[in-house]
């Protein structure tokens, strides 16, 4: 069961380069994972290096994982909730909602965490918006020299508790120098490994950082040796059985959907305003009816 590995391709947000793993051409979803930016490290002293203006979500829920610095997030619901390392900020758009996340005033200087969108299978993508905050998530011992933060899902006994549409597993696995995780998991499942520090080792081979390793159903377990400190991101899910078509900050079925939510966004309609956020709200691309994803911003 070889791993399949996704590299990254460098993406522009303005006032941040993100690494995009998710979606690419080689490898679109795993499970109903469905986009995957990798943002820092870096170490700043002023500035807001994470600045992104309101901008409108639909068909998804966005993860939002820290393992350095502060994530703010603010939302059209009023919600307001400073994501930060072991804290889960969870966005379900449903039918629709937009959303600002910026580096608050307050701040470490540092960042540097993921991304993530999770489509909504169709009989929960027109529900209400919501968001939730989660403070703690569940660590658990995960070999040699390792733990496992779950971050949704259920992973090695331990269950992260967090509302989620369709089969799915998300967490970071930590390992020590010379570390060993060892990890059980849901041969169900569609897998993805993303190593995002240190060096480390699967079945032999050695890992890149902020590469995806795609595992195809039928693995049932997950060896990681480190030979330094190494954090990595571990998604999962049973394949999602439903075709998406991505568009910006959109997950539909149809251009027809995509073009109606733009032009809901474009004429103030539906989403709802971003009132906490001082500054623009983000302007909708012209819509080109291309079934790829253009350029969705996070
Ligand atoms: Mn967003």
Redo the contacts with the bound molecule.
């Keep these: 069961m070889s791993l399949q590995p996704v590299p990254p391709v460098v993406v522009d947000l303005g006032s941040l380069a993100v690494r995009r793993l998710l979606p690419r051409r080689q490898r679109r979803l795993v499970g109903p994972w469905c986009f995957l930016d990798v943002f820092g490290r870096i170490a700043f002293t002023d500035g807001k290096p994470l600045d992104?203006p309101p901008?409108p979500?639909i068909g998804l829920q966005?993860v939002t994982w820290l393992l350095e610095g502060e994530a703010l997030h603010k939302d059209s619901l009023g919600s307001l909730a400073t994501a930060v390392p072991g804290a889960l900020n969870l966005m379900t758009s449903g039918r629709g909602i937009a959303?600002a996340?910026e580096t608050p005033p307050a701040h470490s200087g540092r960042l540097h965490g993921v991304?993530l969108w999770i489509a909504l299978p169709d009989a929960h993508r027109d529900e209400p918006p919501s968001f939730d905050h989660h403070a703690a998530r569940p660590v658990v011992a995960a070999g040699r020299g390792a733990r496992a933060t779950v971050i949704l899902g259920s992973l090695l006994g331990a269950r992260a508790e967090g509302r989620t549409f369709s089969p799915l597993v998300a967490a970071e696995i930590a390992c020590g120098a010379s570390g060993e995780a060892h990890v059980p998991l849901d041969p169900e499942f569609e897998h993805a490994l993303v190593p995002l520090t240190g060096a480390a080792r699967v079945d032999g081979g050695a890992l890149d950082v902020e590469t995806l390793y795609f595992m195809d159903r039928g693995r049932r377990e997950l060896r990681v040796a480190a030979s330094t400190e190494a954090r990595l991101l571990l998604l999962g899910g049973a394949p999602f059985d439903q075709n998406i078509l991505m568009w910006w900050?959109f997950v539909a079925r149809t251009p027809a959907e995509i073009e109606a939510a733009r032009d809901d966004w474009e004429r103030g309609r539906r989403f709802g305003a971003v009132a906490a956020y001082d500054g623009p709200r983000l302007p909708a691309p012209r819509f080109t009816a291309r079934p790829v994803p253009a350029n969705p911003?996070?």
């Design positions: 992104v901008h979500h966005t959303h996340e991304q900050n911003v996070s």
